[in-house]
């Protein structure tokens, strides 16, 4: 069972930048796809990022291409999402998970960490 807390969330103004950080409680991490996800009031949850298991590839949501990026330091057990030029649309709790199946599906997830962006 791997345990993976999120950290870095935060009240920011729009066009501010945030950096969240999800460590993991397992190496067996590293094997892993990593994915961040965010939720908003009133809105079901939403896929924002994921990264494979070498760091060498990427894939983004639409609505964060070109101001988020994602990445990992296995050595560390931690996977990052760079946040920039934050728009008050990010308002969200942001979930990191880990761990894909072939059906895209995460076993693992965090508990969550707000993010506000105010206008």
């Known amino acids: 069972q791997v345990q993976l807390v999120e950290s870095g969330g935060g009240l920011v103004q729009a066009g501010g930048s945030l950096r969240l950080s999800c460590a993991a409680s397992e190496r067996t991490f590293s094997r892993y796809i990593m994915g961040w996800f965010r939720q908003a009031p009133g809105k079901e949850r939403e896929f924002v990022a994921s990264i494979n298991w070498s760091g060498s590839s990427t894939d983004y949501a639409d609505s964060v291409k070109g101001r988020f990026t994602i990445s990992r330091d296995d050595s560390k057990n931690t996977g990052y999402l760079q946040m920039n030029s934050l728009k008050p649309e990010d308002t969200a709790v942001y979930y990191c998970?880990?761990?894909?199946?072939?059906?895209?599906?995460?076993?693992?997830w965090g508990q969550g960490t707000q993010v506000t962006v105010s206008s």
């Open positions: 998970a880990a761990f894909r199946n072939a059906l895209g599906q995460y076993r693992y």
